[in-house]
């Protein structure tokens, strides 16, 4: 089943994100459909900050190790494009694409909605010359910047039927926890609902009966790694060895022979 085959069901896709090639290695080896970098954990993995902050040059080479060890299909978070110009970020995408990428995350920030159609189409139309198939997840940040308080169902409706008719292939409504208001997001607009792990969010259960269709952990597991890391540090530092250090650690067998099984030499 190829990536946009999966946004369609029956099951809901559940997207692990990854930040390098050894986190893409250690995902895949539970058995998922699919792979997904967190443009946070993979900006953090190479010294720079999230937010557009990554040069781009650094970022398809990161995609293209993390290609290397990848046996199913691998969008990639591209922030917002990297530029305003929607030439330019039809540019960059497209050495994301070169690099391996099959789809990517594409998110309004608090710009103009007009101004991420004209990257979708721009994206969409280099796509078509070079022959390619690129899934758009468009990521709405109207409720993560709270931008329409009291209001943000609607805004995020008006917003993703303009980025359908752009050529959007899904709608990223990132930080909406609410079953009422995921409800009216899959009934109000054609594109397949991603949501992003939150406390509060439903259960699978209930998001698959909402009709949601894919399920992101966005920075969650890259957070949660560096709080391990840090701790197991901290514990190292003060103590020399002891439980921060090793409990609940992965053997190295176990982790050597994950990336041994997908190596190419």
Known sequence: MNFRQLHQGPDLLKIANVWDAGSAALVQSLDVQALATTSAGL???LGYADGNHLPIAEHA??????ARVARVPLSVDSEAGYSDDPAAVAANVMQLVDAGAV???LEDGAGAPALL????????????????????NARCDVWLRN??????VDEVLLRARDYAAAGADGLFAAGVTAPADIQALVQGQPLPL???????????AELRQLGVRRLSAGSAIAEAAWG??????AGFLAAGGGAELF??????PQINGALAAVAQY
């Not at 991603?194 to 699978?204: E, I």
């Not at 391990?228 to 540090?233: E, F, L, N, P, S």
């Open 43 to 45: 900006a953090w993995a």
């Open 61 to 66: 080479a990161a995609i293209r190790r993390i």
């Open 103 to 105: 789809g990517i995350n």
């Open 117 to 136: 159609c004209r990257k979708i189409e721009a994206i969409k139309a280099a796509a078509a010359h070079a022959g390619v198939d690129v899934f758009i």
């Open 147 to 152: 931008l329409a308080p009291g209001r943000a």
């Open 194 to 204: 991603n949501v992003m792990a939150r406390p509060t969010l439903p259960g699978l």
């Open 228 to 233: 391990r890391a840090a701790r197991a540090a």
């Open 247 to 252: 409990d609940g650690a992965t053997p190295y």
